[in-house]
Nanobody
């Protein structure tokens, strides 16, 4: 069983920054995994924000966040981060951490990821 716990969400004004963290525990944590951040705004589909393999290769970054968001991981701490800078109101959503197969890491499809956290709310005001 895998447990993912997100933290770091909150409310911020446009132009501000937040850093999300996702800690994982459980079995099967290897370098063959892929970790990702997805987000879902009200009335919209869940979309991939960024993905990274558990040995540190960034495999996907959404066009809408390129140059503003950075995904990283600390394998020793079993933690994945999402540094979000220059936040905009359109970034407001629930952000989810998820884990899946390394083989599917570049695709950014929610159906390819098996384990999900509960999500953390990010609200950006103008």
């Amino acid at each position: 069983q895998v447990h993912l716990v997100e933290s770091g969400g909150g409310s911020v004004q446009a132009g501000g920054s937040l850093r999300l963290s996702c800690s994982q525990s459980g079995s099967g944590i290897t370098s063959r995994n892929c970790m990702a951040w997805f987000r879902q705004a009200p009335g919209k589909e869940r979309e991939a924000v960024a993905t990274i393999t558990t040995d540190g290769m960034v495999r996907f970054v959404a066009d809408s966040v390129k140059g503003r968001f950075t995904i990283s991981q600390d394998s020793a701490k079993l933690t994945v981060y999402l540094q979000m800078n220059k936040l905009q109101p359109d970034d407001s959503a629930i952000y989810y951490c998820t884990r899946g197969s390394r083989l599917k890491c570049a695709g950014g499809r929610a159906t390819d990821f098996t384990f999900w956290g509960q999500g953390t709310q990010v609200t950006v005001s103008s």
